[in-house]
């Protein structure tokens, strides 16, 4: 489902567009056959004070500046005054659609929340995020010819200002972590120019946020660094076929003197890759470890029996940022009570996040306009007029998922590995 704002100031990305740059026509007409390469349907509805059924055709008429500036048959119940964008994330939550899009200005005006500006949103928001769906957020530098409204003057007034020049159109995406990262794939896969090149020359920007912000990638067969510890070797015993998982041997017996204070096994994170492009992750963070035995002859779930997770045998810390985990062999040994294959995990668990974070830093500069700036950007317009509050959404945004990351209690990162000890 796609979500366009149907407000006044919309219809500046119509006017303002020229043969080469049209992201605003290009969504509404390219985004439905560039989606459905990926299994994905799209249907449109508009939206201002209220959200409309699903639009015929595509959505086509979106792109009729008559829709916007309520013209001719589009002046009966016009409905372009507010951006109601509290509507749009209520629907989304409440409904099952797999991925959701919505194309606005962030303009946020709403004469019927009494609570500051966007702060109405951010407990949908939280809520979204908490129930496992990823948001994305595109700022698209985009061609503007239109009317700039809703400026707050000193007082207590608004007004507005004509602008030509550039002006931010943003698309926020809401779907499973697969389809979100299927969106983004159909965007660069665009047919239009100027959104497929947009992330690699700097015209698109982009910020993703996410309780899990790992990749949809293979497990790491082989996290742990190599050991100088002489009782523990890498290992190629079986468990059950086809599990590909780094498999150590550790003996309970004494090192030799020589190696009596040598190295285990060693994992340090967050590595390069570990999360997805420009998804919002970094944090302070907390680690732990957990083991399980193995019960019996079978394989299955019912046959991994949980350890104490405070005698796993390890030394971890955490500096600037890098967790470390060390296994050992000593520890190890004299924690478990029978020789046996026992299965370790490792674990890193944000507990918050730094404020303001580094993956939301361009909403925070020159796409954003404070409001006390206002009356003198209007006065001087720049070649490119900001976002009003675009650094306050960014922040509802970081605490939205702050807070269901608290609440989801997930790791972001970690490790698996199997151990067989002997006498």
């Known amino acids: 489902m796609v979500y366009v704002d149907r407000s006044g100031s919309m219809a500046g990305y119509l006017a303002g567009a020229t043969n080469l740059e049209r992201p605003f026509q290009d969504i509404v007409s390219t985004l439905p056959g560039a989606l459905a390469l990926y299994g994905i349907d799209t249907s449109f509805r508009s939206f201002g004070t ?9 959505g086509q008429h979106l792109l009729e500046p008559a829709v916007y500036s309520c013209a001719g048959i589009h002046r009966e119940n016009c409905d372009n005054s ?28 709403n004469s019927e929340i009494r609570s500051s500006g966007l702060a109405a949103l951010q407990p949908m928001l939280s809520d979204l995020l908490f129930s496992g769906k990823v948001i ?3 700022g698209i530098s985009a061609p503007f010819d239109g009317a700039i409204y809703d400026l707050p003057d000193e007082g207590t007034e608004k007004f507005s200002v004509p602008y030509t020049g550039r002006h931010p159109l943003y698309i926020v995406v809401v779907g499973s972590k697969p389809a979100v990262l299927d969106f983004d794939k159909a965007l660069g896969n665009s047919g239009s120019k100027y959104l497929s090149e947009g992330r690699t020359n700097g015209a698109i920007q982009r910020t993703l946020f996410a309780v899990d912000p790992g990749p949809d990638a293979p ?11 002489s009782r523990i070797k890498l290992s190629k015993f079986s468990v059950t076929p086809g599990v590909a998982i780094q498999r150590f041997s550790m003996t309970k017996a004494p090192a030799s003197p020589m190696r009596a204070n ?5 994992w340090v994170g967050p590595k390069p890759g570990s999360f997805l492009d420009d998804a919002v992750w970094a944090g302070p963070m907390r680690v732990r470890t957990r083991i399980w035995t193995k019960s019996g002859n079978a394989c299955s779930a019912k046959s991994w029996l949980a350890q104490n997770e405070g005698v796993a045998g390890w030394h971890s810390e955490v500096t600037d940022g890098l967790a470390t985990f060390t296994l050992d062999s000593k520890r190890f040994a004299a924690a478990l009570s029978a020789k046996g294959t026992y299965l370790v995990t490792g674990e890193v668990q944000r507990t918050s996040l730094t404020l303001p974070n580094p993956r939301t ?3 925070r500069g020159s ?7 206002a009356m003198m950007v209007a006065q001087r317009p720049p070649r490119e007029f900001p976002t009003l509050n675009l650094s306050e959404f960014g922040r509802i945004m970081e ?9 989801r209690n997930k790791p972001i990162i970690g490790f698996t590995f199997m151990v067989k000890v002997d006498d």
Request: no cysteine.
């Open 136 to 138: 994305a957020v595109y």
């Open 399 to 407: 605490t939205a998922l702050a807070t269901a990351a608290e609440r």
């Open 82 to 109: 507010e951006s109601r964008l509290d509507h749009v994330f209520e629907q989304i939550k409440a409904g099952n659609n797999d991925l959701a899009v919505v194309v606005s200005d962030l303009w946020f005006t």
């Open 367 to 373: 796409w954003s306009l404070d409001p006390a700036r």
């Open 50 to 58: 209220r959200i409309s059924e699903n639009l015929p055709a595509a």
């Open 361 to 363: 830093e361009w909403m």
């Open 219 to 229: 497990v790491e067969t082989a996290p742990l660094g190599k050991s100088s510890d």
């Open 262 to 266: 040598a190295a285990g096994p060693t």
